[in-house]
């Protein structure tokens, strides 16, 4: 039976509207192809063939200036398609990856075009905008050891069209006249930015970390001087290579779709993790998470035209469950646009407008246009610079101490540290539970010595991260409890309601998988009364509302209030939307049972003479070729270097085995192939 959730408004108090950065800029574009014959680049891959394939938008000027220059990066895409008229392609085979053709029947899929309508609404605001082509060679290409989702090499794909727009721009390189523009001098590399979807995530956080290595090839080659200025991901993966991607000293936001069902482990949340756990950042920039319910995976770009999501739990869709669908998301581009736009217009180009910030800040209400049309939670801090936001509790020490060895207190609650579902393994939060409410139930995370203080006078906030688990209230009952400080002479403040400055949702997700995101709440200072704001040392929490629950809490901070705030009152995102309670049995079909079949032995390749062994597999129907790898799970043992060994024939798989340790893989009790969370095979053997 379905339960419908009570409309729950909070109302702004006294709060700013963040613009929306997203309307048509005043000047007119030109946009087109540039392509060159592939051939086999070291500095992107040196054991296969690579293709220069880009389309560029430009903003028409009639007096000569150069621009800041953004490059977008696709995800992983099957790059051969079967065309259903003029608004429909079924993506099914991957011959272009290793041939540059397709076979007879089949269209090219032209994955580089999916962000059309970001790139043509930024060069109408003076940017020039490269969005390059990754399909010959990594979309749908064997992995590497150091380099399993090809990201390295999808970062350093990005490198090399930079290396040719600078030449461009120095003239030592003619534009291709069908271009139809002299590029000289054209482009502002002190300004650049990146997006990434899917893997193009990680791959332009690859490039921007690639670039910044020590012995980095890449400023001799870009001889202009490369700064970075932000960074936009879209659903982006997360190690799928052999080193961590941290985009620390640049402006970043991710949005991590709710209802993804390619990466549905959300794995975009963990460099945000890592970064807020790192503390420092020697160029303090915005880190922000934008949690959109109701949002797929593929239906951001444009040219991805079959569904990841078989539906959303506890949450509505944003897009047509129904296949196919030839519409895609108008409201997940309109999203795009309305976030994107807001991080490079507000942080890229001579003189940014600042305000644009505001869409990532929980200080200021969202766009109406946007808050209108789904919910959107943040996860956001100006920077984890702690000397700009001090922290006063990153529950990484041991209990019952915090990170300066102070002794928090523990009143009939349960407490434990360890990760929330779906955030880096390494980074800890605090998990409160308690099982019946009153006045001495709490807990409170205690910052400074007995008759000893930190001084929070100044205008601000008490910022930190939280989210109720999964299933632990009732659907009647809304997380609330009591928050009071308490200075050094022992004086308690009197209580403020958490209900009255944020809601505390029901975790939402996709089938199998719901993510207690960690979003940021801010409690104004200035609500608290009764207390030494010069002299505090501890937050108290309260359970005396709610007869029972868990939440998560992490990174306690100070956060100076933002001058561009009108009130030190943070804004309470509205929440007018009934969303339906919902079991995965009454919103999906029940996923059938996969099974692929282990061919043995005769397909064993090179036993004796490589280093590993070509296991490979068949399946009645396709394995996906989307952002997630696929693994071969093996008594508990992940094995992540795949290939399709018939790229015209997607149930044709093969793994990559150590030669020493075939034997005790072709033995073991259990083996599966999954992809994700979620898509799994069990194996014949």
Known sequence: MLAISKLFILLTLNSTEAPDASALGPQKIGQADYRFKAATDPSILSDRVTEIWGRLFWPIDKEPRSHPVIIFLHGNHGPCGVSHGTNWREDTTCEYTLTGVCPTGKVIVPNHRGFDYLATRLASWGYIVASINANRGINCGSGIPTDEGLNLARGRLVLKHLQILSEWNRGIRPAPRKLGIDLRNKFDFSQVGLLGHSRGGEGVRA?????????????????????????????????????????????????????????????????????????????????????????????????????????????????TIDHPSTSGSQQQRDITLKTAMALFRGNLGRNPKTEFNRI????????????????????????????????????????????????????????????????????????????????????????????????????????????????????????????????????????????????????????????????????????????????????????????????????????????????????????????????????IPKIHSKMARLIFPTELKNRSSTDNVELRFEADEAFPVGGSLLSLEVDGKDYRLSDFYDSSDLRKLEFKIPVAEIDQVLHAKSMKIYSGALNVWGVLK
């Open 207 to 319: 490039a921007y970390l690639q670039y910044r290595d020590e012995t980095s090839p890449w400023p001799s080659l870009i001889p202009d001087s490369l700064n970075f200025k932000a960074i936009f991901e879209i659903a982006g993966m997360d190690g799928q290579q052999s080193r961590l991607m941290n985009p620390e000293g640049v402006a970043w936001a991710q949005i991590l779709p709710a209802c993804d069902g390619d990466n549905a482990l959300l794995l975009g949340a963990r460099p945000f993790d890592r970064v807020m756990a790192a503390h420092n950042e020697q160029a303090p920039t915005l880190k922000s998470l934008l949690y959109v319910y109701g949002a797929n995976h593929n239906y951001f770009s444009t040219e991805w035209h079959e569904s990841d999501s078989l539906g959303c739990v506890n949450h509505s869709p944003l897009f």
């Open 360 to 587: 990532f800040d929980p200080q200021f209400s969202l766009p109406n246009s946007l808050e209108n049309m789904t919910r959107v939670e943040r996860a956001h801090l100006s920077t984890p610079n702690v000397s700009v936001n001090p922290l006063l509790e990153d529950f990484e020490a041991k209990i019952p101490y915090n990170p300066f060895q102070y002794l928090n207190l523990l009143s009939n609650i349960t407490f434990s540290l360890g990760h929330v579902l779906d955030y880096y393994s390494e980074i800890s939060a605090g998990k409160i539970r308690w099982t019946r409410s009153g006045s001495d139930v709490f807990f409170q995370s205690t910052w400074a010595a007995p008759e000893s203080g930190i001084d929070l006078s100044k205008p601000g906030y008490l910022s930190f991260r939280i989210s109720r688990a999964p299933n632990t209230f009732s659907q009647s009952e809304f997380a609330d409890f009591g928050l009071s400080l308490v200075d050094s002479d022992g004086n308690e403040s009197l209580s403020i309601r958490f209900s009255d400055f944020a809601y505390l949702p029901e975790p939402v997700g996709y089938f199998g998988w719901i993510h207690p995101v960690l979003n940021t709440v801010l409690i104004p200072l200035d609500a608290f009364s009764g207390v030494n704001k010069f002299n505090l040392r501890a937050l108290k929490l309260t359970f005396d509302s709610t007869s029972a629950g868990t939440i998560n809490l992490d990174e306690i901070r100070f956060v100076p209030r933002n001058p561009e705030a009108l009130s030190s009152i943070a804004s309470i995102q509205k929440n007018n939307f009934q969303f339906s309670f919902r079991g995965p049995e009454e919103v």
